[in-house]
Each structure stands twice: as structure tokens, then as C-alpha cells.
């Protein structure tokens, strides 16, 4: 059984590392587990600088690592928030007792204690140092201030990957990321938006989240949940997407999915995209359409009905877009099978499509596979794949001539006197189209990389729009 252990209610603090750095008071409660928690918060503490003390005076805020396993344990904490707050007023709550909820279903810290500054459940150090830098600014060191606080960053300052999870549960015949990343591991909800905030902070005016398989989010930890904000947030693409919308609405920023698989539960994320809170993008990498395929080809959501699913998301948002990627000459890919292929694409109306001629990949267990197509076979029907995936995007662009969009400017030398290049919702960097900005008719509009402008659409050139800043 795990007793709940006391430990010393202050416990031995490091030395200030100078007179100036701002303090902190640290309160352990509960078992050795919580006291490792407390260790990680105290060491993070330190190597920000900040000076630890033992007691409440003269402190800049106090955290209170908290038990939740027995009542007497809870009514310790509860008592020990208690005194933190008539001593020294800017307390933070972390532990098991943060987890709980109240009978109101809210959070049982809040409802007893509501003056504290923020509650997160156990193993949060980085929501609890998120809760510290919001209240009492991290001290300046000289080597570390060098580096930015959402990190180096190699895409332009306005647009940022945010990685949700890494590795993969799932075994694709023709993919080796599983043996060389492992299975699923999904990072803590807290610390992904941790990131995000940071990021739209720093001036980031598009988050592109990106990992193995998004829609999986949360699959290895149950959908646990985690803490955001001192509140209780599952580990799961929904809650994320709910959150992330939230965040980016208050910079006036976008967030775009990328890697989705066509699960049933995706389309709770459609009302979200319907209502503008995250873009009306999916990037679906559906690499194929006949089930036999599939099959061979050991993909998730094989069995899905992806045309219905597609018909139901239109549904749900008509102005989504759709990107994916296909494999053309599969091993064993009979011509009707490729040709069901290329139906899907004509009536999915797949916005953008990529495809790959299939290359062996060293170590992937395709490679055994019977019926290994010849390579100009592949490339032929590659290149017939292309011709169709135009056909439809072409369309689908031409669709947009008239309409006005608004366009994140990526490129705008001079003040975007002679045009710029932008993207609207529809264009993902690097993958997608752009929109080519003509120089707008007013003298006194500008155009500057990493603002939005709104543009009419004036005509198409191949996989771009072009379009008039207004
Ligand atoms: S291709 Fe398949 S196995 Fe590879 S990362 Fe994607 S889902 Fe996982």
C-alpha cells in the first residue's frame, strides 16, 4: 500500500544563489513519490536561479506540493494551503490533492481555497514553473537569457511545429518509424500547451501540430488527465484542438492538423473547424483506397468508409480542405486496384493530393511481399495518379476566383509594394499551393511577412491562387 509518508512541511532548501534572486518557499507533503516530484520543481527551481527558503517570510510565492490519499492527509494539506496563504498570500498547489475533485465537480483546492494563484495534480514541474514565471518573473541569467524562451526555431518566426506525440503503435508494411521511434508516446497535455502559449508569444501567427498519427493523441496514456491552467484536461486530440483554438484566438493566430487518420472520433474536431477555432484543414494520409490494398499495406483506419467519412465532414464544415498522400505501385497493385484509386480521388475531390512512386525502404516488411511491380510500371501510374489529383485540385481552385480570403503574407519584400506570396487556409507551408500577392491598388496598404491581409481572388496560376490584397 502506498501510506502516505510526511516529510518535512519545508524541506531543506538550497542556499540562495544570490542576495537579488527572487524566492521561493516550498511546502512537501505525501510520499516518496511526491517528494520526487518536489525534488524535480526544487531542482528546476534552482537551475532558473531562483533562491529556495524555508520559510514563508520575505518570500515571493510558496508552493505547496500536496497528498490526497487518506482525510487526515488531505485535511494537512488543505490546512497547510491554508497558512501559506494568511502568511504569504501568492501560493501555488501541485500533488495528488490538486487531482481531486470537489463535490460540485469542480476542484476541491479551488472550492476550499480560492485565492490561489494556480492548482496542478502530480508530476506537473513544468506547469508549476509556468505558474512561477506567470507570478514572479525568472531571474536574468546571462548565458541562458541568450536563448529564446519558445526554444530555436528553423522555420520563419510566424509559422511553428508543435510535436504532440512521437512514435507510432501502428506497423505499415512499407514504413520503418515504429523500429526506429517506438511505439506512441504521447507528451503531457500541460506541457504541449505550455509550448503552444509560448510559441504564440514569441509572434508565432500559425501552429502546425504534427506527429505520427494526431488523431491518436493520448491512445498509450488512456487519455489521462492532465492539467492546463490549474484545470483538469484530458489527454486527447479533442480537448488539445478545444484548447489550442482558445490560446491561438487571443493572438489572432491559426492552428492547422496535420497526420490525421480518418477515425471515427475526428469528427468531434469538425464543429471546432466549422466555428473557426482551428483551420478547416485535415491532412489525411489516406496512401491508398482499395481495402485489399489497405490491407497488404497494414494501414490504420483501413476499414473506415472513407468516402462517407469525407461526405460526413463536408457535412459537418463545407469549407474544409483536404490534403493526403498515396502510394502508387504497391506490391501485388493490380490495375482495377489502382484504378479504384483513382475513382476515390475523383470523387473524394481530395483539395490536394501528393503521391510517391512505392520505393522499398531497408528494413520495411513490404520488401517481402510477392508481386514487386517493376519501377517504370510505378512511375507510370504515379504519373497517371498526378494527372487526375490536378484535374480536381484545378478545379477545386478555380472554385475560389471571386471569393475573399484571408492570407498569412509569407514573403513581402518592400512593404509588398510590388506583391508578396502568401497562404490562406487552405495551403499548409512547404506542401501546399500559395496565393501570389499582386501589389495592392491602394497606395497607403502594406503587406509585411507574418500579418494577415485579406485578398480577392483574382485567377489561378497551376497549384496557386492569386490574389489582390484589400
Ligand atoms: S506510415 Fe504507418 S507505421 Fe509509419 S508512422 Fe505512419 S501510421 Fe505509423
Given amino acids: ?27 512537501s507533503l505525501g510520499c516518496p513519490k511526491a517528494l520526487t516530484d518536489s525534488e524535480l520543481i526544487l531542482t528546476q527551481l534552482q537551475a532558473e536561479g531562483y533562491a529556495t527558503s524555508k520559510t514563508y517570510d520575505g518570500a515571493d510565492l510558496v508552493i505547496v506540493n500536496t497528498c490526497g490519499f487518506i482525510d487526515a ?20 498547489v501541485t500533488g495528488c490533492l490538486g487531482a481531486r475533485p470537489g463535490e460540485d465537480g469542480g476542484n476541491l ?18 506547469e508549476v514553473m509556468d505558474a512561477v514565471h506567470n507570478h514572479v518573473p525568472k531571474p536574468h541569467d546571462p548565458f541562458v537569457d541568450l536563448v529564446p524562451a519558445q526554444g530555436i526555431k528553423l522555420t520563419p518566426r510566424h509559422y511553428a511545429y508543435l510535436k504532440i506525440s ?61 492539467f492546463w491552467e490549474g484545470k483538469p484536461l484530458k489527454t486527447r486530440l479533442f480537448e488539445l484542438c478545444e484548447q489550442l483554438g482558445e490560446l491561438a484566438e487571443g493572438f489572432g493566430a491559426w492552428v492547422r492538423l496535420h497526420y490525421v487518420y480518418p477515425y471515427p472520433q475526428v469528427d468531434q474536431i469538425l464543429p471546432l473547424m466549422a466555428s473557426g477555432r482551428v483551420l478547416p484543414y485535415l491532412d489525411v494520409p489516406f496512401q491508398h483506397a482499395h481495402p485489399d490494398m489497405l490491407k497488404r499495406m497494414k494501414r490504420p483506419a483501413s476499414g473506415e468508409r472513407n468516402l ?15 490534403r493526403s498522400t498515396f502510394i502508387a505501385g504497391f506490391p501485388g497493385e493490380t490495375e482495377n486496384e489502382f484504378e479504384t484509386l483513382l475513382e476515390f480521388l ?58 475573399t480570403m ?48 485579406r485578398a480577392r481572388i483574382v485567377g489561378t496560376q497551376g497549384h496557386d491562387l492569386v490574389g489582390l490584397p484589400i
Avoid at 502516505?4 to 521561493?24: D, E, F, K
Avoid at 518509424?177 to 506512441?184: E, F, H, K, Q, T
Avoid at 460526413?312 to 483536404?322: D, T
Avoid at 507510370?380 to 489529383?389: N, W
Wanted: glycine share 8%; net charge positive.
Fill in 1 to 27: 500500500m502506498n501510506a502516505p509518508l510526511a516529510q518535512g512541511r519545508v524541506p531543506a532548501a538550497a542556499p540562495a544563489v544570490n542576495q537579488s534572486a527572487p524566492t521561493i518557499a516550498f511546502v
Fill in 73 to 92: 492527509a488531505v485535511q494537512e494539506s488543505l490546512d497547510a494551503i491554508g497558512e501559506a496563504l494568511s502568511s504569504n498570500g501568492k501560493v501555488v
Fill in 308 to 322: 462517407e467519412r469525407l461526405a460526413r465532414w463536408r457535412e459537418l464544415c463545407p469549407q474544409i480542405v483536404v
Fill in 406 to 453: 484571408q492570407v498569412l503574407v509569407d514573403h513581402a519584400p518592400a512593404l509588398g509594394r510590388k506583391g508578396g506570396v502568401g497562404r490562406s487556409y487552405a495551403d499548409a507551408p512547404e506542401i501546399d499551393g500559395v496565393v501570389r500577392l499582386l501589389p495592392p491598388e491602394k497606395a497607403s496598404k502594406t503587406l509585411k511577412s507574418g500579418e494577415f491581409t
Fill in 109 to 126: 483546492v479551488r472550492q476550499m481555497h480560492p485565492k490561489v494563484l494556480a492548482v496542478t495534480g502530480p508530476h506537473a514541474t513544468q
Fill in 166 to 226: 512521437e512514435g507510432c503503435n501502428h506497423r505499415c508494411s512499407f514504413c520503418i518509424i515504429p523500429s526506429m521511434r517506438g511505439d506512441l508516446v504521447s507528451r503531457p497535455v500541460g506541457d504541449v500547451l505550455g509550448e503552444a502559449r509560448r510559441l504564440f508569444e514569441a509572434g508565432v501567427k500559425e501552429l502546425l501540430v504534427v506527429s505520427q498519427d494526431t488523431s491518436a493523441y493520448g491512445v498509450d496514456v488512456r487519455y489521462r488527465t492532465g
Fill in 346 to 403: 475523383r470523387e473524394a475531390q481530395i483539395d490536394r493530393a501528393g503521391c510517391f512512386a512505392y520505393s522499398p525502404v531497408g528494413g520495411a516488411a513490404a520488401n517481402a511481399l510477392p508481386d514487386q511491380l517493376p519501377a517504370e510500371l510505378r512511375e507510370e501510374r504515379r504519373a497517371r495518379f498526378m494527372a487526375v489529383a490536378e484535374a480536381v485540385s484545378t478545379r477545386k481552385l478555380q472554385q475560389r476566383v471571386g471569393a
